[in-house]
């Protein structure tokens, strides 16, 4: 008995001799409290912050042109975002729908009701207004109002849609094109900037754009011209 008890003893020594003790983590960590959440977090994640260039004007009409634009934009954008929330809403159901006769149904009868919704508010629009909608819709849709038109009813449909547009110089058949016109990158910027401020509900666009890629492009452009000069 002995002998064993010593053998243990001696087991026990070697055991601490081979396997050094680990010492516990003794790092403190904070954690914070969100205000409306009642979980502790140990870190707070920021949205994030885009970092805007500051604007420049080489004349005071420039810079009134801008502040028009401005306006213009501020007032279509809520438009062309419900249209992006609708053909969401409607994209979504007509996938659950098997059969074409109820998809065709659904369809125009969405169709119906954004016509009922918006079109007293569109009458009031002035052309440079419209222009810029048909704009924004492709840019938040990823589709041109022609396209959507189309797919809702039919193309005889869009055809007329487009070709009463154009009476009024407006196509439903036009794009955003923030790269290469500089109108359009003009709009991009103003949205980025009231993004940024808050005063319109950020929802991200369906063509893939990045506003830095399209500052410096314009940039660069604008550059080459004043060294050509």
């Keep these: 008995m002995n002998y064993l008890k010593y ?10 001799a081979q396997y050094p003790e680990i010492k516990s983590d003794t790092l403190a960590y904070e954690y914070y409290y969100v205000k409306g959440d009642s979980i502790p977090v140990s870190e707070i994640v920021l949205d994030e912050v885009m970092l805007l260039h500051k604007l420049k004007f080489d004349s005071r009409e420039e810079r009134k042109r801008y502040l028009i634009l401005k306006r213009k934009t501020l ?34 009868k969405i169709q119906t009701y954004l016509e009922g919704e918006f079109t007293d508010e569109l009458k009031k629009l002035t052309r440079t207004e419209g222009q810029i909608l048909i704009k924004l819709i492709h840019r938040q849709t990823g589709k041109t109002t022609y396209e959507l038109v189309k797919e809702l009813r039919n193309g005889w449909r869009a055809f007329w849609f487009n070709s009463t547009a154009n009476v009024f110089d407006i196509s439903l058949k ?26 319109l ?26 060294h050509k000069k």
């Design 7 to 16: 053998t243990l003893i001696l087991f026990s020594i070697s055991a601490f």
């Design 174 to 199: 036009r794009k955003y094109d923030p790269m290469h016109v500089k109108e359009d990158y003009l709009i991009e910027d103003i949205l980025q900037r009231n993004f940024q401020s808050g005063r």
């Design 201 to 226: 509900e950020r929802q991200k666009d369906a063509l893939g754009l990045d506003f830095y890629v399209l500052t410096d492009a314009w940039r660069h452009s604008s550059n080459s011209k004043v």
């Design 75 to 108: 007032k279509v954008y809520h438009y062309a975002r419900l249209a992006s929330e609708r053909l969401d809403t409607l994209n979504a159901r007509l996938e659950r729908m098997v059969k074409k006769r109820e998809r065709k149904r659904y369809a125009k």
